[in-house]
């Protein structure tokens, strides 16, 4: 399908891309997407936490009162898990939350999550652009030209441009990543998805 370049002003340009169907046009795969998200999440989690259990809390392991005649539970130590202080009972531990997902599976994510928002007509291209220097100001003035201001935006950039990036690193709710990092929650979390002409090949080349 052919889509017509805009420039930074926010004007056509009288070019157009080409965006293949079988990228930008497949039927999206829910489930597909589902584990992809899912996988980003759980990749996010530190899985740091621990709580010490009876064995590892410190303190004397003597009997703290006689067996039988004191008119309470019998108490062995000052660990039990029932006293202030004690051991939790299969308290949590450090553990890995990552998840295996199938390369096709999370390639199949990818294209269903483009094909939702070109269904949507969320999608749009820019000509490819750069700054001098690291300007907040003039990213602001290119997603007010191109009416995005008030919306959670990614700007997919073919290769990787330290301004652009700083440049958007201090407006709320804009994004910049290059295309080989995109992935299938960024692409969902945004309400429009830019698209630089230069990515645009780079996604063919990735998800071809």
């Known amino acids: 399908m052919k889509v017509e370049v805009l420039n930074i002003q926010g004007q056509s340009t009288g070019r157009s891309v080409d965006l293949p169907d079988e990228i930008f046009g497949v039927q999206p795969n829910e489930h597909a997407i589902y584990l992809a998200v899912k996988q980003y999440n759980a990749a996010q989690r530190q899985g740091t936490h621990k709580a010490k259990e009876r064995g590892e809390i410190k303190g004397s392991t003597r009997k703290i009162k006689r067996q039988k005649g004191t008119g309470t539970a019998r108490a062995g130590s000052l660990k039990n898990p029932l006293f202030r202080g004690g051991g939790r009972v299969f308290g ?15 390639r199949l994510a990818r294209k269903s999550a483009l094909s939702s928002k070109m269904t949507d007509g969320k999608i749009v291209i820019l000509e490819d652009f750069t700054f001098d220097q690291p300007k907040t100001k003039e990213y602001k003035n290119i997603l007010n030209n191109l009416k995005l201001a008030d919306q959670k935006t990614l700007l997919v950039i073919g290769d990787s441009d330290k301004a652009v990036y700083l440049s958007s690193r201090n407006i709320p709710n804009a994004n910049v990543m290059r295309a080989q990092d995109v992935n299938t929650y960024n692409l969902l979390k945004a309400q429009t998805v830019v698209l630089s002409e230069s990515s645009v090949e780079k996604i063919k080349q990735t998800l071809a």
Not at 94 to 101: K, W
């Open 92 to 106: 949590p531990r450090p553990r890995n939350y990552n998840l295996d997902l199938n390369k096709k599976v999370k």
